[in-house]
């Protein structure tokens, strides 16, 4: 069995920064955080940033500039550099992982980042 945990999310003012950790634990053999999400009430999960093939990295047109994403995989850890926090970053941040060889989606419990003033 695999566990992330995200950690880092609070309450911040709008400029403001925050660092999202995601930490997996358990079966950690060949995992890979590879990317963030959030989900606002009434809104579909979107992504944030995520790696994708060669380790190129995506990012929200919303967040693009502002967020920065990284992992070190020697840590089974993930990042997200949040920076100039607006209001509609308002949500439940997840990160996910997956393993090599397989498909499946490993998923954190989420971390709340409210940003308002």
């Known amino acids: 069995q695999v566990q992330l945990v995200e950690s880092g999310g609070g309450l911040v003012q709008p400029g403001g920064s925050l660092r999202l950790s995601c930490a997996a634990s358990?079966?950690?053999?060949?995992?890979?955080?590879m990317g963030w999400y959030r989900q606002a009430p009434g809104k579909q999960r979107e992504l944030v940033a995520g790696?994708?093939?060669?380790?190129?990295?995506n990012y929200a047109d919303s967040v693009k500039g502002r967020f920065t994403i990284s992992r070190d995989n020697t840590k089974s850890t993930g990042y997200l550099q949040m920076n100039s926090l607006k209001p509609e970053d308002t949500a439940v941040y997840y990160c996910?992982?997956?393993?090599?060889?397989?498909?499946?989606?490993?998923w954190g419990q989420g971390t709340q980042v409210t940003v308002s003033s």
């Open positions: 790696f994708s093939s060669g380790g190129r990295i």
């Open positions: 358990g079966s950690i053999r060949s995992i890979y955080v």
């Open positions: 996910n992982a997956r393993k090599l060889g397989r498909e499946d989606d490993y």
